[in-house]
């Protein structure tokens, strides 16, 4: 098996914005969707908010 690189670590990439949605389904769950992308998304049963 040979190792394929694709790019996602190359520093020319820059930090282009991702577009996401979250959406709480119920009181303990959150889905993170990709607009446009119906195959991208995560499910969560723990989130935490983020601070600088």
């Not at 040979?2 to 119920?26: R, W």
């Amino acid at each position: 098996m040979e190792l394929q690189d694709d790019g996602t670590d190359d520093p020319s990439m820059g930090d282009a914005p991702i577009d996401l949605s979250a959406h709480c389904t119920s009181p303990d769950r959150t889905v993170f969707t990709e607009p446009g992308n119906p195959e991208a998304w995560i499910a969560t049963d723990h989130t935490v908010d983020l601070t600088n």
